[in-house]
């Protein structure tokens, strides 16, 4: 049995949106932009994914911009919310220390133009509080922006008031919700939220698509110069097949989505019981304040990368964290966030499931993982002083 357990790296492309894309890579293959039949066809499509998506998540289809995934929607968010600041002196700009890299490089960027960022601390359970945000919005902050799940240990951020608490002091909100959208409820609206990215490979739709919400009154910034494609905000002939497809997934997940949510919040719950039953482990992020399908397990001792390797060699694909990082042996700049030492921030394991996996699936990550965390305990000298207590034990 091999179990896919990475829904938070990516999801398999679902048969219904594999579906509905096919016949825009074959007969409906004009340029959305073209006067002619074919070119309208396309256009058709076009603004029936852009009314959909917009369905999804009670917005105006005049306030989605189709984009080439989850990181550039998260860098126009940011950009647009920094240069519509910038017009009024406002060069200050609120975060967190442990958002996916797409939003800290951005930030990282606009630092070095003379914008000041506040990085934000995480308290140890993962969230991080309206209070927290109302404490640190300044006379000049011109944007907030904060994740809605985060992505290595699946903690849920309380944006409608964090979103609230923006609102009332005039500053611009932003809140990358790849984690979020298709896997619990997203009504823009009552989240308060301004700008929201979101990107459909996450939640079962293809690769290298994704959108930017946009409320009505925001300048959106174009990061892409080009044609007149999204109304002037993002050049470049529209991926058709991407976005009919992004369409036909976002629907998929959120018609279904609370009987989903239980049934993937049962199978989380076994994989935190079972988990916590290996000795000198720890789940990180607060246990009930997560998404239903994202667990984050520290075990001690063990050094994150022969973890992953072992399991699938066993049959089970699994991550030590953010898909982008996992290649290198810096520790997970989440983990540190929440405050945890080095050495455990090394050996984490992130499993991500969702609506796909099965019962049997879990019995066989249960069944895997201890077998595994001893076997590589058996062999580490570090777990030798631990047991033998010559170090004291951290978890
Ligand atoms: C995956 C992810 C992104 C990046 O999305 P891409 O479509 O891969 O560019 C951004 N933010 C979060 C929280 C993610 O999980």
């Given at each position: ?80 919310g920094a240069l519509m600041g910038a017009r009024k002196g406002k060069k200050h ?166 009987k989903d949510m239980a049934y993937v919040t049962g199978l989380r719950e076994e ?125």
């Amino acid at each position: 049995m091999y179990v896919y357990a990475d829904n938070a790296a990516t999801t398999s492309l679902s048969p219904r949106a594999l579906e509905a894309m096919m016949p825009y890579f074959t007969e409906v293959y004009g340029n959305a932009s073209s006067l002619h039949s074919p070119g309208q066809r396309a256009a058709e499509a076009l603004q029936q994914a852009r009314e959909t998506v917009a369905g999804a998540i009670n917005a105006d289809h005049k306030e989605i911009y189709f984009t080439g995934g989850g990181s550039e929607a998260d860098n126009q968010a940011i950009i647009s919310g920094a240069l519509m600041g910038a017009r009024k002196g406002k060069k200050h700009i609120i975060s967190t220390a442990f958002e996916h890299h797409a939003v800290l490089h951005t930030l990282d960027k606009l630092k070095k133009q003379g914008y000041d960022i506040t990085l934000l601390d995480v308290h140890e359970n993962g969230v991080v509080t309206p209070e927290d945000v109302a404490a640190a919005i300044r006379e000049d902050t011109a944007l907030v922006t904060i994740m809605f799940v985060n992505n290595e240990i699946g903690t849920i951020q309380p944006i409608g008031e964090i979103g609230k608490v923006c609102h009332e002091k005039g500053v611009l909100f932003h809140t990358d919700a790849v984690q979020a959208v298709g896997h619990v409820p997203v009504d823009v609206k009552a989240l308060n939220v301004d700008m929201l990215s979101m990107a459909a490979h996450k939640f079962h739709g293809p690769k290298g698509v994704g959108a930017l919400y946009a409320r009505k009154g925001i300048a959106v910034a174009n990061v892409i110069e080009g044609g007149q494609q999204e109304r002037g905000k993002r050049g470049g002939t529209e991926n058709i097949p991407g976005i009919v497809g992004m369409a036909a997934a976002i629907r998929e997940a959120t018609e279904d989505l609370e009987k989903d949510m239980a049934y993937v919040t049962g199978l989380r719950e076994e994989l935190i019981e079972g988990l916590s039953r290996i000795p000198h482990s720890r789940l990180n992020g607060d246990r009930e304040k997560r998404v239903p399908g994202t667990v984050n397990f520290c075990f001690e001792g063990i050094e994150g990368e022969g973890l992953l390797l072992w399991l699938d060699a066993k049959g089970v694909a699994a991550s030590s964290g953010s898909a982008c990082t996992s290649g290198s042996l810096d520790p997970s700049h989440v983990l540190l966030a929440l405050g945890l030492p080095h050495e455990i921030a090394h050996g984490s394991l992130r499993l991500s499931i969702d609506k796909y996996n099965t019962e049997e699936e879990i019995g066989h990550i249960l069944k895997c993982v201890p077998e595994v965390v001893d076997y590589l305990r058996n062999m580490s000298p570090v777990w030798d002083e631990l047991e033998k207590g010559q170090t004291a034990h951290l978890i």
